[in-house]
């Protein structure tokens, strides 16, 4: 299995944040991601890849919590919204496992949306681009390295 890609790491350093790699056994939903790493569902970060009026954007909500998508185009100003097929994410997010895309648009030349209830927590776990290893980092670092844009777009599962 790979580890967190080089490109995370280098992001995450160049951005100058501090934060934490966490083995766990793989899990392959973000609810059992959360549990492997003992943090609560509503600290764990769950990506999920949409396409707005053509261009790929990361929107990003607590594990337990699924994306609105006319919530989600409203904040964005766009038009258009769909999710992002499987062929696509391969092609979007070439170093990383299926389904264990991190929050970090920018490696991947993508807009980040964050819900404001994950955004309201101290900390912030994710998938670092494999099913074995998460990041931990601080909400305040995360928001400084990837400048989302934050909103209301959670939906209840």
């Known amino acids: 299995s790979m580890s967190v890609t080089t490109s995370i790491h280098q992001f995450l350093h160049e951005a100058q944040v501090p934060y934490t790699v966490v083995p766990h056994r793989p899990a392959f939903s ?3 991601d959360a549990a492997a790493v003992h943090v609560p569902g509503r600290d764990w970060a769950k990506v999920v890849v ?4 053509g261009k790929p954007v990361e929107a990003v909500v607590s594990a337990t919590r699924s994306v609105n998508l006319a919530d989600l185009v409203d904040l964005a100003g766009g038009d258009l919204i769909r999710l ?3 062929d696509e994410l391969v092609n979007l997010f070439p170093d990383c496992e299926r389904g264990a895309m991190p929050p970090l648009g920018p490696v991947y030349g993508q807009q980040v949306f ?3 209830e994950l955004a309201g927590e101290q900390d912030i776990v994710f998938d670092g681009g494999n099913h074995t290893e998460a990041i931990s980092m601080r909400w305040a670092d995360y928001a400084k390295a ?3 844009v934050v909103g209301r777009f959670a939906a209840t599962m």
């Not at 949409?50 to 009026?53: A, K, Y």
């Open 30 to 32: 973000a609810q059992h």
């Open 50 to 53: 949409c396409v707005i009026d």
């Open 84 to 86: 992002a097929t499987e």
């Open 114 to 116: 964050v819900d404001v």
């Open 146 to 148: 990837v400048k989302p």
